[in-house]
């Protein structure tokens, strides 16, 4: 009769391999390079949103002027003579 | 493989020899400023049991390996954070099963989208004894996967207090530290565990292992 008793999760550990290894000790190099790119891709985003922001208000008020041009009251005045 | 800085075996070498005051032996000032050598002593020290940890748990080696790196990059980011209320064992521990869960959610998701996920054949060698004859070994490798299906059907929690318990390496104490909980939620989580495998086991099965 095989014995059955001891309980699978009670018996071998496995080891480390030296690739992952020397992956868990590149930790601090990866952690500088992931926080670099953050800071990156925060000023990045920054800077989108800012132009995005600039490029909208000064489209905005072109268009009101436009608009204005375009109704009746335009050219309110311009034949009005004295 | 590439060679290991000397300095850095004789401080695990010296860790070993006082082997009761290892996680003194780390300097966490030094790890919260971010000093790459106190880094490399803790990642040996502990690389082996979140591996194993993360092994168990998740049954699959790659996926293992993947939340083992995860873990260290974790912790080296988060180490500025550590208050010292709790161990550092505890600490690194509660990382570990956090990222085993989140590994799991994953892999759930996965699953729902139809990518099916099996339990690593690796991992079922692993827990078989070599020493057994060709039949007696693939008789206990159907055994094995049978069981490890039944573990992969119970919940979240009870799943990992349940693996915890039976590494062998936990006490209910330090698995209530681990998981934040209670020492008697901890003691039901097992109880309702081995409740359900009992349920959907057959009896060799349950009569040696649950």
């Known amino acids: ?82 | 493989m590439a060679e290991r800085p000397t300095f850095l075996l004789t401080q695990v070498f010296r860790c070993d020899d006082i082997q009761l005051t290892v996680s003194q032996e780390i300097d966490i000032q030094a790890l919260q400023r971010g000093d790459v050598h106190a880094f490399e002593v803790l990642v040996i020290q502990y690389e082996k049991k979140v591996l194993n940890m993360c092994w168990y748990i998740l049954q699959n080696k790659e996926e293992a390996e993947d939340a083992t790196q995860d873990i260290f990059l974790t912790i080296y980011q988060s180490i500025p954070k550590f208050k010292g209320d709790a161990k550092l064992s505890t600490w690194i521990h509660r990382i570990t099963l956090n990222k085993c869960l989140e590994h799991i959610r994953k892999a759930k998701r996965k699953k729902r989208f139809g990518i099916h996920l099996r339990i690593d054949p690796a991992f079922i060698d692993h827990t078989i004894d070599l020493n057994k004859n060709p039949e007696e070994a693939l008789m206990e490798k159907e055994r094995v996967k049978v069981f490890l299906e039944s573990v992969q059907q119970l919940s979240e929690n009870q799943r990992i207090a349940y693996t915890l318990h039976h590494m062998d390496e936990f006490s209910y104490k330090e698995i209530s530290e681990s998981m934040n909980l209670s020492l008697s939620a901890i003691e039901s989580l097992i109880f309702r565990a081995k409740q359900h495998l009992k349920a959907t086991l057959n009896d060799s099965i349950k009569n040696n292992w649950i």
């Open chain 1, 1 to 82: 009769m095989q014995n059955l008793n001891e309980h699978p999760f009670s018996k071998k550990r496995i080891e480390v391999s030296s690739s992952l290894h020397d992956m868990l000790m590149q930790a601090p190099a990866l952690a500088k390079k992931e926080k670099r790119q953050t800071g990156f891709f925060a000023i990045v985003t920054i800077l989108c949103l800012t132009l995005n922001l600039l490029y909208f208000s000064s489209r905005q008020e072109k268009l009101a002027e436009e608009e204005l041009l375009e109704t009746q009251y335009a050219n309110f005045g311009s034949n009005l003579s004295i």
